[in-house]
């Protein structure tokens, strides 16, 4: 079975990830006990990340560890640091890391964000799926998951699920650029 490239991401009704200042606190909407929205089967399922450096510092200003600290980590980045463990900071051509992993043995590739790094995937037809979990809140502004001036892609549906917090999950399969 061939590896896939899967972003799996939280965004607000109106297609933000976060407020202008990258606050998230909004996503504290949908918490719910016991309920994950099917991200611990689904982190299950990869055994590489691949994270924008803002997110992942994003992640450790909030006072909590890497949560990915058992995977192999790629953190996309301009400055060249060390690795720590499995956490690397990769400095060179995501794309292409992205086309080496896919070819390598594994599981799935979980790409958590930022949103550069989602639009360069996407502006290279390098994502095979995308799980997005729409929070019924409207930001208003902020940063915006999908930016303009890429291209067009076609997706097919794989599922839908409505939650009760009012939280809905769609996964799509990337059918790829449209011509």
Known sequence: MDRKLIL????SLDGYIAKPDGDLSWLSEVEKEGEDYGYHKFVASVDTV??????YD???????DYPHQDK??????RTPHTSLGNIHFYTEDVTELVK???AMPGK??????GAEIVNLLLNNNLFDELVISIVPVLLGGGIELFKPGRPENKLQLVS???FESGLVQVHYKVQGIKS
């Open 72 to 77: 192999m980590s790629y953190i996309i980045t």
């Open 108 to 113: 799935n590739i979980y790409c958590d964000g």
């Open 58 to 64: 994003k992640v450790l200003s909030m006072g909590v």
């Open 160 to 162: 839908s699920q409505a």
């Open 100 to 102: 080496k992993l896919k």
């Open 50 to 55: 691949i994270v924008g450096r803002k997110t």
């Open 8 to 11: 799996y991401i939280a965004m």
